[in-house]
């Protein structure tokens, strides 16, 4: 008897392999046991494919016997790569980037595409086939599934067992696992092939701490002025504009944020194991609201700020094109035709890399490769927990803090009140005195409540930005594991499979200095900032106090 | 038939005139109008007198008719004393002060009296004769009953009709009032007599602001050190004793508790209009607890600084004997009987007064009057509501905002513990000045915890202090309107009973002038201090956190 499951929530199929399931829907499984978080399967219609393992209820009553209907459902002739965890603990069905982009933070092509009606209905006037809709149609390259079913765990603790079980190095069998859609494995199995112009070269050498980028050796850094509202169609649509200021040029160009957010398809695309870090949110009502332009600005800054002190990132040619192209429409499009064209994409990304000349131990890049899984699930977990700490505190601020001293300084005032009802003449300078005091109270409760925006929300927005950043990189060590499993189960030690296996790592564990590197330089400066700013804040209160305590000497 | 009420609470008579009453109880009373909060009638073991009228319940279908029995209880035949407004909200039946002294403060004689068990069980060796405890079978002179009845201000309405019904300078027939008790009644109508030394003389001069004491040529102060334990009978008994010692004589004595409440008595005795300050609480448990004797010894210190700076208070004889007599036991038993024995106590006080040459337009003193009852009203009320207020605070930053500093300072330990996982060395800098700074924020909650001990309570204290004090005035004033009403109420203007009159109203003007310069100067001082601390913690804080964020730098 077939292995039924009841569909718990519609889901459309948006990539070949996929099927479209709808609630209450009883579906066939080809077996129990989930791939990534997917299932195979055949619904209603007879359609066969996978569908998230999370949107469906298997009725267990059904299970007498596991038909294995194809080479995908036995779990003896397929090789499963190896998996990553997933930080965020929401398991509810999403698309897109898990913590940080709120689900509207475009990224995959899908969100790119998905909210076109939202932010990009005025997207240039080219014609359909130059832009990103149809993208829809071909199998996205990068992890459109990186956030979705949130049952990685269980499916890692097999997928050891099954790994060793594939005993030859062939294709992987789900066509869906970042390691193949990366184009990890077409590199490692020597499919890839483009021409790499020198200028494309991207060099790992080997520093202090282990493989690096190659320093940037044209350091520039962008601005980005406040935006401007702009209006078009006789003032029936508006939108915002960017002002960006790249040091290199120093000329102004202006972009949107659907400008934005087509570069950042392009890199995601581009670079498979790079954390090209999330847009800040969009936000579709409201969007001219301050308190949202000014946020999402600091956003943009800070990933400005990431993407120009980024090696790689910063030199590449899509990104010197938006930064660079001035207000000629032809040259524009010309230049983003160039870059959807890109061949150096997905499995040619691997050639454009020179390893350094020492190999890299492959036990050593694992135990570094897990120290790292273990710091990113402690970073996010944790920056979780301290999220919620200072945003309750600045809460505190706003209401508690500020309620306190404004009650203090609203009773000395009765104080004085009480003590005016004497109207014997030495007694006026200390009422006023007192009075005053009450009135510098009163403002001490107005500077806590205003405080938390200086020097608890940039700390925030930073942890925020940092979630997003650490969601990227489960699919990064995901490739670098897929390439070493791949490498260990081979039989014969190719050298040409070690050398591309080696590739892959130093381009990973280059990725990730540059993470730490970046962190530690984000976490000092936005330390030290709040510290100045709590600094400030406690000298301003001091001083409000200390012309307070004047007032009582101008009495004597 | 007569008119009856069922008593409340037992009540022990304590004075002449006054006759016990037991819960349950039935009276006899002879009207049902109260003398400022007492009543008259006969106890059901037939004694006559009178007893609280708040301690009763009148039975309201008992009256039918008003039978007078005696010239007390006839509205028309008696001359009721204007009265005051008691500032305490509370209408509990109890002895003692109101505010501030918390029903135990020490002050009348019956308070002293009645808590020598707990307190005063070795009062020194001499003979019965000799002690206090004599003075509870003699009436007391001063205001035993001034917090009393809660219900001055209904009789207050009446008075001023029964006042104007009184045709003839007689005595006043109620022999209750504070107006009478104080002597204050017999010095207007000439039956004090005494001989005035000229080292008892008091002189009010005409300031600027008005009447007021002459200022002391040979000003002092006394400091008072921390309270020792000592023990006697072998250490079965242990007290407290505190070492004074005045400037002017630069000698140290010790003296205990139940010697300043002796003092205490007899400084009431001897000033009927002027306001000694009461003792800080006695309190019979717990008694050499730390904070409880720390809190002491400050009420204590405040006594004292108030005691040397009030002109007629610091050289009063009994006082100086109390400041400068040594270990010699002979040498104190002589100058205590000699002041338990002082003539110039009550109506005799009047005669050591030299008013200043102008004699005072009854009018203006009458409005000045009013004025300060209006004044002590809302400083009594204002003086609670401000208590209420900081005591609040105080507990918030010792509870809340404590408890906010330290979460963050977890939380930001709680960070540096997550990047603490990356083990690359050019972290361990920035986790160290994380965790770093998590602990400053730490130090910080506790800053606000230890706060309000320094800059919130001695302002609590001192309006603690301040309500003690208030609750002297309404006595003071009661002395100074009966006699005003009395000379009113006068038909022939006899120049003698002006002038007396003229004696009161110079020195309770005095006395007002006097609370306001020591008010003044001591919430100008505690404000200072306040804000003084207040700057101090707000630096500590800046320093704590300049200390924070050097950590920062150390690890570029």
């Known amino acids: 008897m077939a292995l039924k499951a009841r569909v718990l929530y519609d889901f459309s199929s948006e990539n070949p392999g996929e099927i479209s399931i709808t609630e209450n829907e009883l579906v066939t499984l080809f077996t129990e046991e989930e791939l990534e978080g997917w299932l195979e399967g055949e619904n209603s219609r007879g359609e066969i494919g996978l569908f998230p393992a999370s949107y469906v209820e298997i009725i267990k009553d059904h299970i007498t016997s596991n038909t294995n209907n194809n080479g995908l459902s036995s779990p003896k002739s397929k090789a499963v790569t190896p998996t990553h965890t997933s930080y965020t603990a929401d398991t509810q069905p999403q698309r897109g980037f898990g913590a940080g982009s709120g689900g509207s933070g475009g990224g995959s092509f899908h969100t790119s595409h998905g909210s076109d009606d939202d932010w990009d209905d005025d997207w240039d006037d080219s014609s359909p086939a130059d832009a990103p809709q149809g993208f829809g149609t071909t199998p996205p390259l990068y992890p459109v599934t990186s956030s979705l079913p949130g049952r990685l765990q269980s499916t890692q603790q097999h997928q050891h067992h099954h790994a060793k079980s594939s005993g030859t190095v062939g294709r992987n069998l789900n066509r869906f696992s970042t390691f193949v859609k990366s184009g990890g ?145 032809k040259a524009w499009k010309q230049g983003k035709r160039k870059a959807e064209r890109d061949e150096l994409v997905g499995a040619n990304f691997f050639l454009t890399i020179s390893p350094p000349s020492v190999v890299l131990d492959p036990q050593e890049v694992e135990s570094k490769i897990e120290g790292f899984k273990t710091f990113t699930k402690a970073m996010d977990e944790n920056s979780v927990a301290v999220n919620a700490t200072i945003n309750e505190f600045a809460r505190k601020q706003a209401s508690g803090f500020k309620k306190e001293y404004q009650k203090v300084g609203q009773s000395f005032k009765i104080l004085a009140q009480a003590f005016e009802q004497d109207q014997q003449a030495y007694s006026a300078g200390l009422n006023k005195a007192i009075a005053y005091t009450g009135d510098a109270y009163e403002a001490i409760g107005e500077y806590f409540a205003e405080q938390p925006r200086q020097d608890l929300d940039p700390i925030s927005d930073l942890l925020d930005i940092y979630r997003g950043h650490l969601a990227n990189f489960p699919d990064i060590i995901h490739v670098q594991k897929g390439a070493l499993t791949k490498v260990k189960d081979c039989p014969k030690q190719e050298g040409e499979l070690h050398n591309r296996c080696n590739i892959i790592s130093c381009a990973t564990l280059a990725e990730i200095q540059h993470f730490h590197r970046t962190r530690v330089r984000d976490f000092r400066s936005q330390m030290q900032h709040h510290l100045q700013q709590q600094i400030s804040f406690f000298q301003k209160i001091t001083a409000k106090l200390e012309d307070a305590l004047q007032r009582y000497d101008d009495d004597q």
Chains 1, 2 share one sequence.
């Open 185 to 329: 494995e077409a590199f490692l199995l020597g499919e890839a092939s483009a021409f790499v112009k020198d200028g494309d070269r991207i060099c790992v050498v080997m520093g202090k701490h282990g493989p690096e980028w190659q320093e940037d050796p044209y350091p520039f850094t962008c601005t980005i002025d406040d935006p401007t509202k702009q209006t078009k169609f006789k003032g029936m649509k508006s939108y915002m504009s960017y002002g960006l200021t790249p040091t290199h040029t120093n000329i102004q160009v202006n972009r949107r944020y659907k400008h934005f957010d087509w570069l950042y398809a392009r890199l995601v695309e581009r670079f498979p194991v790079i954390s090209v870090p999330h847009l800040p949110e969009k936000q579709a009502t409201g969007r001219f609201e301050e308190d949202f332009i000014s946020k999402r600005r600091k956003g943009l800054i800070w990933w400005m700020n990431h993407m120009t002190s980024h090696p790689v990132l910063a030199h590449c040619d899509v990104f010197q094109h938006f930064l660079t192209c001035g207000a000629d429409e």
